[in-house]
């Protein structure tokens, strides 16, 4: 497992990461953001001079201000002298409209760059998620990925929204303030310098401690995602079994997590701020004695001391806004975190550098030495070698873990040997194009899922340009098409509006309808037929045996009537074919299979 998969997936809910386990995810996160920007760095390079430019007339505003007092005013009085009081007003009107209008059109700049950034990473996440193997998806659970794809990307939403401009224009502005005060008092400039010690230090310590309950926060926010999620998905279950009083205990405990955090977060806010206020209530005592004792006319006039209070105050109004960054920063570092991790992974069943091109499959399908098992866990397979030839219908049967479904799995790609090859006409399935690929093998499992749609669109899911007519072949050749036609609305039925919903065995038979429009080379049914009751079971039996006829077809089923229509039936046992015949041999003899049959038959008596 690559490092990748670690720090994304089993990493996902740590919070205790090492110092370099840390800098490497940081690494991660910033590359990830190098990458969303580097497109639009010249809206960037606009956004930053608009910045500038705004935050350089606003901090105009106090120097004004003192030229007004200590000069313009005593022309007015000394001598009746009205223009530099009126220049004054004027550039004092020219620089606060300007600068208002300026950061107007940032905030118009910067939204559109966060949502350019937003879109980019939103599509990313969705096609990479749908790239990744799998594996990924059997150990990387629902609700954590719709955490990544929901609550993560709202919260760096709303870092770049409002966060990072608070971040950069309180910094460029204090920056501003304190050259400009330097400029005007460079004695209160100092003052203003010696007190970014203990503000340094009141900042650091709330980053240090806010950095951890922000990625804890993180974490407890995904899991009750995740709980209320599977909670919702599973709720047929849950009804099922009485679980509402247990899964109301569990949630509420991790609610209640969630609030302890959040509350954490509250009471480390709740400590930054007053230290906030305290070092600038003492920087602009100390400015305000320090300047009045050095007041004189001629050299240090009241409009400068006026001036440098603004300045202070000014300097220090930011910071406020800059803490409140560093409240959501932290959230959303650890959100970018989670997101960088998931989009780091890398597909365990990558596609070929150099495909080879498949356009038409006969279906022959050989398994040569293949071992496999899951991850780390024990092997499935330990030297399986199977040929399969093209044409032939073959039913797998075999107790609960004997390898049945692993088979069809690697038949499909959807996982790779650990060792030996599996072929499709000679060609290992590792170099084969994945669109001839997945043209030429298609698996109906038991879980058949329909999409918002249509049943029209559910039916031509794996071959979108179907027509009418080609879709009406494809149920009806499955037995679907009475029912559908019952429906509201026949093929144009909504299947999750009211009047739509179909049962287990009708959404079987819908994705029966849709892998028969597909016309692969090889059909894999993977207990494909167990939601469907004894009626339908014997409508489609005779569809099933006319649409194998030219394929390759591999039958997964514990129902031994479905096994009947095989040309051949392999009995598997702990990764080994222990019996492989025509049902009718197998039927005949003393074996598993024919014990399996017996009881089979007596269960119906």
């Known amino acids: 497992m690559s490092t990748a998969t670690v720090e994304g997936t089993s990493g996902e809910d740590r919070s205790d990461y090492t110092r370099e386990e840390s800098r490497a995810i940081r690494r991660r996160s910033l590359r990830l953001l190098g990458s969303l920007v580097s497109p639009l760095k010249w809206q960037l390079v606009l956004a930053a001079t608009i910045l500038v430019v705004s935050t350089a007339l606003r901090v105009a505003g106090p120097a004004l201000i003192a030229y007004g007092l200590n000069t313009a005013l005593p022309a007015v009085v000394d001598r009746m002298d009205w223009m530099p009081t009126i220049g004054v007003v004027v550039v004092y009107l020219i620089t606060a409209m300007g600068g208002a209008a300026l950061i107007g059109w940032y905030v118009v700049v910067t ?21 990744l193997s799998l594996e990924f998806h059997e150990s990387y659970t629902s609700g954590r990925i719709i955490s990544r794809q929901t609550s993560d990307l709202d919260t760096i939403r709303e870092l770049l929204d409002g966060g990072l401009n608070e971040l950069v224009s309180g910094i460029l502005y204090g920056g501003f303030t304190l050259i400009a005060l330097l400029l005007l008092d460079w004695r209160s400039g100092v003052v203003l310098i ?47 079994f009485r679980k509402e009083a247990r899964n109301d205990n569990e949630f509420g405990e991790l609610a209640s997590d969630y609030r302890d955090i959040n509350m954490r977060s509250i009471r480390l806010f709740g400590t930054f701020e007053p230290g906030l206020m305290a070092v600038a209530s003492v920087s602009l005592a100390v400015v305000v004695f320090w300047g009045g004792v050095r007041i004189e006319p001629g050299v240090y006039e009241i409009g400068t001391l006026i001036a440098a209070v603004l300045y202070v105050r000014n300097f220090f109004a930011p910071l406020q806004e800059v803490a409140f960054f560093l409240n959501s920063y932290q959230s959303a570092t650890a959100a970018l975190e989670k997101v960088s991790g998931v989009l780091e992974e890398e597909p365990t069943v990558p596609d070929p550098v150099s495909p080879v091109d498949l356009w038409e499959s006969r279906g022959h399908i050989h398994f040569d030495g293949v071992r496999f098992g899951y991850g780390s866990g024990k092997t499935i397979l330990p030297d399986f070698t199977l ?97 559908i036609e019952a429906l509201p609305d026949g093929y144009d039925t909504d299947v999750n509006k009211r009047g739509g919903r179909v049962s287990a065995g009708q959404r079987q038979l819908i994705s029966f309808a849709r892998a028969f429009l597909a016309n692969p080379a090889v059909l894999i049914l993977d207990e494909a037929t167990a939601s ?23 039958i997964i089923a514990h129902r031994l009537s479905t096994v009947a229509i095989a040309d051949r039936v392999l009995v598997m046992e702990h990764g080994e074919i222990i019996e492989d015949d025509t049902p009718a041999a197998l039927i005949a003899g003393t074996g598993k299979f024919s014990q399996l049959h017996a009881a089979w038959r007596e269960s119906l008596v």
């Not at 038949?411 to 170099?431: K, M």
């Not at 669109?457 to 080609?470: L, S, Y």
């Open 194 to 240: 010696v007190m970014g010690l203990p503000l340094y230090l009141l900042m650091r310590w709330f980053y240090t401690r806010s950095q951890r309950v922000y990625r804890e926060s993180r974490v407890i926010s995904a899991k009750v995602i995740v709980k209320f999620v599977e909670t919702m998905t599973g709720i047929r279950a849950v009804k099922a």
């Open 532 to 554: 469907l009751d004894m009626p339908s079971e014997r409508q489609i039996q005779d569809a099933l045996q006319t649409l194998l006829a030219d394929r390759t077809a591999i």
């Open 387 to 483: 040929d399969i030839p093209a044409g032939q219908t073959i039913a797998l049967v075999g107790t609960t873990g004997a390898g049945k479904s692993t088979l069809a799995k690697l038949v499909s790609r959807f996982y790779d040997p650990t060792r030996g090859r599996v072929t499709l006409d000679g060609i290992d399935l590792r170099q084969l194009h994945p669109k001839d690929l997945r043209r030429a093998i298609v698996m109906v499992t038991q879980e058949a899922y329909l999409f918002s749609g249509t049943v029209a669109d559910n039916i031509a899911f794996g071959k979108p340009d179907a027509t009418m007519d080609e879709i009406r072949a494809a149920a009806r050749a499955v037995g679907a098409e009475a029912f």
């Open 111 to 131: 939204a559109r760059l966060t949502q350019a950034i937003m879109l980019d990473l939103r599509k990313r996440i969705f096609l990479h998620t749908q790239r």
